[in-house]
């Protein structure tokens, strides 16, 4: 599976969309960074993952968007009550991280282009021109990316979160590298999400970003022997 995978959802209201976690758990050898995790993740709300450098946020994250299976446990995405597959949860999912690639030689437009195509998205050239807009690159939009600054290079990574409208979207660090009117670009579009009724799930360092949202989940509380 592709870090660019998503699915294009119809904007409408009908039942909550929910993200579960199921007695989650995750390792590597014998490093734990959480156990026995469960919570519910609901559509219109905003959450923010915390913990300290190293403490398993983004690992939450990619498991979270079903690009890592977890060594324990599960977890459940149901859009308009509906139940996604794990199989196809990683194309509901737009996820925006420091550590996904985006195709230098090619421009913001074709990178969209590209995402557009292989997921056979309709009206695509409005959905690229609208994701565009909302990261304030319609400027740069056939410049090539290797030009751009790293800060660029991120409102980039969020156009292709952005692109098919997915009903989750999962922020890991979303405004690293950003300047102080990329980080407002940042918060407008998680107030929007919010407003539609998606799920937004921010991973921060930052505490100003994880007060901004409705609840914090700190992983290191998932460490502790739990009932």
């Known amino acids: 599976m592709d870090s660019f995978g998503f699915i294009l959802f119809e904007r409408k209201t009908l039942d909550m969309h929910t993200l579960t976690t199921s007695r989650l758990g995750h390792q590597f050898g014998k490093r734990l960074l959480f156990k ?5 993740f ?18 939450l ?10 060594i324990k446990g ?34 913001p437009r074709e990178n ?27 400027h740069r939009a056939d410049d090539p990316v290797h030009t751009f600054s ?7 990574r969020l156009a292709t979160a952005l692109v098919s409208d997915p009903p989750v979207l999962l922020f890991d660090e979303p405004t690293a590298t ?10 407008s579009i998680i107030e929007n999400a919010k407003k539609e009724g998606k799920i937004v799930i921010v991973a921060t360092n930052e505490a100003d970003e994880a007060a901004a949202c409705e609840r914090r989940i700190n992983v290191e509380d998932f ?3 739990r009932a």
């Open 150 to 156: 790293s800060g660029m290079i991120q409102r980039v």
């Open 178 to 187: 950003l300047d102080i009117e990329g980080e407002k670009m940042v918060h």
């Open 112 to 138: 969209l282009e590209f995402i557009a195509k292989g997921r056979h998205l309709p009206n695509a050239t409005l959905l690229i021109d609208n994701a565009l807009e909302q990261v304030q690159l319609s």
């Open 42 to 59: 609901e559509g219109g709300t905003t959450s923010a993952i915390v913990g300290s450098n190293g403490s398993g946020k983004s690992t």
């Open 74 to 107: 599960d977890v459940v995405l149901k859009v308009d009550g509906k139940e996604i597959t794990r199989e196809m949860r990683p194309l509901s999912c737009g996820l925006v991280a420091p550590y996904l690639n985006v195709y230098s030689g090619f421009s």
């Open 61 to 70: 994250v990619r498991i979270l968007a079903g690009l890592m299976l977890p």
């Open 223 to 225: 460490r502790t022997s």
């Open 36 to 40: 026995k995790m469960d919570v519910v």
